[in-house]
């Protein structure tokens, strides 16, 4: 299934700001560059005037303006597309400002105009026509088709680059960004227009570093003498300082005394003067935790950061490096973040946090993402080599007739047509097909997806819910929000507000005959409705940890089967977070399961949730552990409730109700057992289901998803682990699958 406008990168926001003011100030051309907090959007354009609105993964973002005089190849439609304009030949033979400036005054001002124009595309921008439709490009991505030299030549237009370039043109306007996190294809050019960037900024800035790291030194290194110095060297005269040192240096390039900034001031004039250097560097560091670490950069490109192999962790590394773009909470540099993901276990685990740490739609006080970055995908059928038209832009399926490539071949079928070949031909190598995932992904699941191992659960169905899950439009599914008091009387009724910033996720909202039904025995409250399901919880007892680094608290609700106004054997509630102190995390916990007016079964090894719970009166909310009768609980059991996690049994009776879960009820039932065939499993909450693809029942202590998860199966299936009186203890068979093929097969 193919999700709603997946294929539409850039929406265009119609009215976004009031016609009137988009008017007024665009008459008065007093519209800054950068961030406009009342409006809530990022200013690209740098003449004071807005153009369209337009939204690329969740950032608003003004473009300039359409002028009144745009580029046109050719007066017919069919014929518009991007052509590169050679360099006039007489400008060609010129290699230096000092060669210029031994120019005669007529020479100069014949191309003075030329050159000026050329500055003004670098700094502000370009328009043609494509395809009959006005078409706008930002300076760097102008500075990359127009006079970056790659290893084919000079570099195609794609539409798929022009969108990165916008985004990355917002990163940098934007006071609150610290740059990028490109979550890419094999093959998309970023290498190449990471390079292009250094040596765009490199040779403007006055007194400034550039710095470049990659998976390994020997790659930053390549990257720096392969790209950087070449693009450099190629730059024509007006754009390219002198430098200091050897033409083809290995380590730095130093544009320091003699060089010089060249500007449309001094551009012609004589100068016979010693010329001011830009002091101004670009270089590369081997692959460490604590590369640049001291330093201060203007401009960081971090290549191949989803391939950082132990010792080395990118996550660490970010923490130094995103110091080196600071000075207190000014940003000053700005990092060009770029990557495809290895497997978890090599590196690719730590950019998968780092790249979910920079999601636009979650922001701190600040206005800031966790990490600082703002994220960023474009799907493999954007950018796929083949399959770019003329015009730049994809061809997604097969068409109806062969259409002109970019290359000068004839397209004949699409680029997802090509992709789904590829995975049919891979379906029997579990491995080879993941690879082939992460190298062209069509979601974020399958830049990120694992190779094939023996697993706990059945990895078979897993996928096949997390890929049908990325087909959906999410939200019209699940509710991000948070619980309150109404009217901020505590102990009263729960109240449930969407909200962007809210902690919860929700898919199924109990109508209100349901919601905030809790009955009162003996001065303590109980659940109203045990019978539709319960919770799991894995709860935490200290508000501050040692680096910030402590395990997240996780909350889980899930239904049984019922014959009410609720779905059946159905997750609806996911949440997963750490708030500021544990108290908030009690309070959120609690609210939730009277919102519900569901039980909760909680870990007891760390029981200052349950004494929340009984302090408030609320302990009949609190289950007991059901694999044991209550005259066999100890006197914390009896006075708490709760379920410890240290014992043996209780691991495997936890393992083994969520794997029984996920094999009826998670993704396809091809044997018909549980539901039809072709029914999909409704499993909404994707974060707990690549969890469960990764838990190790050996080391339980980072999957706080998939323990609250499987609490609340254990939760909702209570009678299934009460002993038998004649029986000291459960005989539970757990299985284990090995999912080296096309469908997971338990190991007997």
């Not at 973002?61 to 360099?87: C, F, L, M, T």
């Not at 004494?611 to 909310?621: A, E, I, Q, V």
Request: glycine share 8%; charged share 25%.
């Amino acid at each position: 299934m193919q999700k709603e406008d997946q294929n539409k990168l850039l929406h265009v926001v119609k009215e976004y700001i009031p016609k009137a003011v988009l008017s007024k100030k665009n008459k008065a051309k007093t519209w800054l560059y950068g961030y406009n907090e009342k409006y809530d959007f990022v200013n690209i354009s740098k003449n004071g005037e807005v153009g369209e609105i337009v939204n690329i993964n969740g950032l608003a973002i003004g473009i300039p303006k359409q002028p009144k005089h745009i580029h046109k190849r050719s007066d017919k439609k069919h014929n518009q597309y991007w052509e590169r304009h050679e360099a006039p030949v007489e400008l060609n033979k010129i290699n230096s400002i000092f060669q210029w400036n031994q120019m005669s005054p007529t020479f100069k001002a014949k191309w003075i105009d030329y050159i000026e124009g050329e500055f003004d595309k670098r700094d502000e921008g370009y328009w043609f026509y494509n395809n009959g439709k006005p078409t706008y490009i930002t300076g760097s991505h102008y500075m990359y088709l127009q006079w970056t030299n790659i290893d084919v030549g000079f570099p195609d237009f794609r539409e798929a680059n022009r969108l990165f370039f916008i985004f990355w043109e917002a990163c940098k306007a934007d006071k609150r960004c610290f740059g990028m996190s490109y979550l890419k294809i094999r093959r998309s050019g970023f290498s190449f227009m990471g390079a292009s960037e250094c040596v765009n900024t490199g040779t403007l800035a006055k007194d400034s570093r550039v710095g470049i790291l990659s998976k390994t030194g020997a790659d930053a290194k390549k990257l720096f003498t392969d790209k950087v110095v070449p693009i450099s060297s190629r730059l024509p005269f007006f754009f390219k300082p002198i430098q200091d040192g050897m033409d083809k240096p290995k380590t730095e390039l130093a544009f320091r005394v003699p060089a010089a900034k060249i500007t449309k001031k001094n551009m012609h004039e004589v100068m016979n003067e010693e010329l001011d250097g830009l002091d101004t560097t670009i270089d590369w560091k081997n692959t460490d935790d604590n590369s640049y670490d001291g330093e201060k950069l203007l401009l960081l490109v971090h290549d191949e950061s989803g391939k950082w192999i132990k010792p080395n962790n990118i996550q660490n590394n970010w923490r130094v490096t995103k110091t080196c773009l600071r000075l207190g909470s000014k940003v000053i540099g700005k990092c060009m973040m770029g990557s495809t993901s290895n497997s978890l276990s090599k590196g690719g685990e730590n950019f998968k946090k780092l790249y979910d740490d920079s999601n636009i739609r979650n922001r701190n006080a600040n206005g800031q993402t966790k990490s600082g970055l703002y994220s960023l995908f474009i799907p493999m059928e954007w950018n796929m080599e083949g399959f770019i038209d003329i015009y730049g832009m994809p061809v997604f399926n097969k068409p109806s007739s062969a259409v002109k490539g970019v290359d000068g071949e004839m397209i004949t079928y699409g680029a997802i047509d090509y992709w789904e070949a590829e995975v049919e031909s891979l379906k029997k190598d579990a491995d080879a097909l993941n690879e082939f995932y992460r190298q062209f992904p069509r979601t974020e699941s399958h830049a990120f997806r694992d190779e094939s191992k023996s697993s706990l659960f059945n990895l078979t169905k897993i996928y096949q819910q997390i890929d049908f899950n990325d087909s959906l439009i999410m939200e019209h599914h699940v509710t991000q929000g948070k619980f309150y008091w109404k009217d901020g009387v505590v102990d009263s009724e729960v109240v449930w507000a969407p909200d962007s910033r809210g902690r919860f996720k929700i898919s199924w909202s109990p109508p209100k005959q349901l919601s905030n039904k809790k009955i009162k025995r003996n001065g303590t409250y109980y659940p109203a409705n045990e019978h539709i399901g319960a919770f799991g919880c894995d709860s935490y007892d200290i508000s501050g940890t040692v680096g910030g680094r402590g395990s997240n608290g996780a909350l889980h609700g899930l239904t049984k089967f019922n014959m009410e106004h609720a779905p059946s054997n159905e997750f609806f509630l996911e949440y997963v977070a750490r708030p500021q102190t544990a108290e908030i995390f009690f309070e959120e916990v609690l609210m939730a399961c009277i919102y519900y007016s569901m039980p909760i079964l909680i870990e007891n090894n760390k029981p200052r949730l349950l004494y929340h719970f009984k302090n408030r009166g609320y302990r009949g909310f609190c289950m007991n552990r059901p694999d044991r009768r209550f005259n066999k609980l100890s006197k914390t059991e009896r006075e708490l409730g709760g379920i410890p996690n240290s014992s043996e049994e209780v691991k495997q009776a936890h393992a083994t109700a969520l794997e029984s879960y996920i094999e009826k009820q998670v993704g396809l039932d091809l044997e018909g057992s549980y539901r039809p065939s072709d029914e999909m499993g409704t499993m909404y909450f994707t974060r707990t289901l690549e969890e469960w693809a990764r838990f190790d029942i050996s080391n339980r202590t980072k999957f706080d998803a998939t323990i609250s998860s499987g609490l609340a199966v254990m939760a909702n299936q209570k009678s299934v682990y009460l002993p038998i009186e004649k029986q000291s203890k459960i005989n539970l068979n757990f299985a284990r699958y090995n999912n080296s093929g096309t469908i997971s097969q338990l190991i007997r």
